[in-house]
Nanobody, 127 residues
Framework: QVQLVESGGGLVQAGGSLRLSCAASGFTFSSSAMGWFRQAPGKEREFVAVRSSSGTNIFYADSAKGRFTLSRDNAKNTVSLQMNDLEPEDTGVYYC????????????????????WGQGTQVTVSS
């Protein structure tokens, strides 16, 4: 059974930090690109960051560049999103997603490309 379980969300003041984690099981993690998406109230889901299955390639949305860092541990089947200097605009439900892929260096920024999703974790940034 495939599972992606996010944790680490919460309420933080603007300028603060949070570290989101995602524990994966039930599929071949090392053959999957791992991404983070978020959805703010009343808005569509948007891409945040992705790292290729090999870990060598990484890509961030403009809103995340310089503030967020995505890391993955293929030995532990986990992926994390360190978020610094948070802004109220970062508020939303954050989702971890996995894309099974043969291409170890590929990255994917469209949600429709992903095979598995977590249940999400709420991040609220107060001003």
């Amino acid at each position: 059974q495939v599972q992606l379980v996010e944790s680490g969300g919460g309420l933080v003041q603007a300028g603060g930090s949070l570290r989101l984690s995602c524990a994966a099981s039930g599929f071949t993690f090392s053959s999957s690109a791992m991404g983070w998406f978020r959805q703010a109230p009343g808005k569509e889901r948007e891409f945040v960051a992705v790292r290729s299955s090999s870990g060598t390639n990484i890509f961030y949305a403009d809103s995340a560049k310089g503030r967020f860092t995505l890391s993955r541990d293929n030995a532990k089947n986990t992926v994390s999103l360190q978020m610094n200097d948070l802004e109220p605009e970062d508020t939303g439900v954050y989702y971890c997603a996995a894309k099974n892929t043969y291409y170890t260096g590929f990255i994917y920024t469209e949600g429709v490309d992903y095979d598995y999703w977590g249940q999400g974790t709420q991040v609220t940034v107060s001003s």
